[in-house]
């Protein structure tokens, strides 16, 4: 299969780039370079062909799409923070940019468009697990244009031929995630200041928790969804169906350098949720989705990663 990813050179789409390549797809990758980086498809750059370009361009969209089966599209602005400074450019970039793949994808006569959404458009949760049902209650520029990504991603099944997902991805940790802002994953900056000797900051009590899924997780949910039966558009859960606490996160950690720990607390942040939890009874029947990696394990996979890099990579 010709599968096109955008934001293929990011942390989950470069790891959907692996994914495709080992089980032999022809794989097209679309990427402005504004967050991700060539060197996290350094090792197999010779084998997938480049469009270096933006999503908000629908000429360079369609170009990418051209001969292609199916889509995966990660391109996004992902920082919540950033949306709220940016948030025109959020919408333009996540919106049109969805739009814009939806559109090239239907002109190539591609079958199916899996695109990466976000737990974050519960917003704060009353009752946990989150069910794909539970009312959207989106809290950022950010949650509301990926919501908006869900409404186009379902009213484009309508185009014949066309069949389309929306994965609301939880908290995914793993190789290649960037830890250089404070707003990156928490396990990402946790891992940095571990590695380094340091405290880990923690915003609030540390007792807020949150769905954390590995990334391969991640990607066995996309494959399967790019092989599933028809889904007309759906929205669905990519998580664990657990969650786990900042505190145990630094505790795990501590296990696994060998040493305790600090824990600098902050105030809490606003906007920040308490608690986050999927539901993934609907990735488990549509999909035949399992999440297969333990948390302990991803946890020490990624830290094995995160020791293996140069320290510029990142301040913690
Ligand atoms: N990491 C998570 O925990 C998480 C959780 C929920 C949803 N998601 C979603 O998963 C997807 C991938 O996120 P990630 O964590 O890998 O982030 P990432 O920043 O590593 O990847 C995003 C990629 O998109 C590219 N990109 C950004 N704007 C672009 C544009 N205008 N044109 C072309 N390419 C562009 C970036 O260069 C980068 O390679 C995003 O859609 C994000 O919203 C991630």
Known sequence: MNVLVTGGAGFIGSHLVDALLARGDAVRVLDNFSTGTRTNLAHCAAQIELVEGDVRDLATVERAAQGCHAVLHEAAIVSVAESFMRPEETRDVNAGGAANVLHAAREAG??????????????????????ESAPPA???????????????????????????????????????????????????RFMQAAIAGRGCTVYGDGRQSRDFVFVSDVVRANLLALDAAA??????????????????????????????????????????????????????KLLGYEPAVAFGDGLAVTLEWYRQQPKARGRG
Do not use: M
């Open 138 to 188: 989106p809290l950022s520029p950010y949650a509301e244009t990926k919501l908006a990504a869900e409404d186009q991603c379902r009213a484009a099944c309508a185009a014949k031929g066309l069949d389309t997902v929306a994965l609301r991805y939880f908290n995914v940790f793993g190789p290649r995630q960037d830890p250089s802002s404070e707003y990156s994953g928490v396990i990402a």
């Open 231 to 284: 889904l007309g558009g759906v929205a669905i859960n990519v998580g664990t169906g657990t969650r786990t606490s900042l505190l145990h996160i630094i505790h795990r950690l501590g296990n696994l350098v060998g040493k305790e720990i600090a824990a600098a607390f902050a105030a809490a942040r606003v906007g920040d949720i308490r608690h986050s939890q999927a539901d993934i009874a609907r990735a488990r």
């Open 110 to 131: 591609a079958r199916r468009v899996v695109i990466a959404s976000s737990c974050a458009v519960y917003g704060d949760a009353r009752a946990l697990p989150l069910g």
